[in-house]
């Protein structure tokens, strides 16, 4: 129980898992078109500034936008 009276949320996996899954899928074609016009993509995505992969930059990004969420 949480302090004020209310169970603590929970997180179902598959829904945690649908939700990385379709923002990974929206990113990810995002950062594809980036890259095909030569467009600095990384500065767009908090947390993908640092990574040197197309596929870490997507997914620092991602983990960012889920830790908003949850």
């Known amino acids: 129980m ?13 829904s945690f898992t649908g939700i990385y899954l379709a923002a990974f899928a929206v990113l990810l074609a995002i950062a594809l078109l980036a890259q095909l016009v030569a467009a600095p993509w990384r500065s767009w995505f ?3 500034e640092a990574e040197k992969s197309l596929v870490g930059g997507v997914r620092a990004a991602v983990y960012t936008f889920m830790s908003h969420l949850i």
């Open 2 to 14: 949480a302090l004020t009276g209310l169970p603590a949320p929970t997180v179902d996996g598959r």
């Open 46 to 48: 908090p947390g993908a």
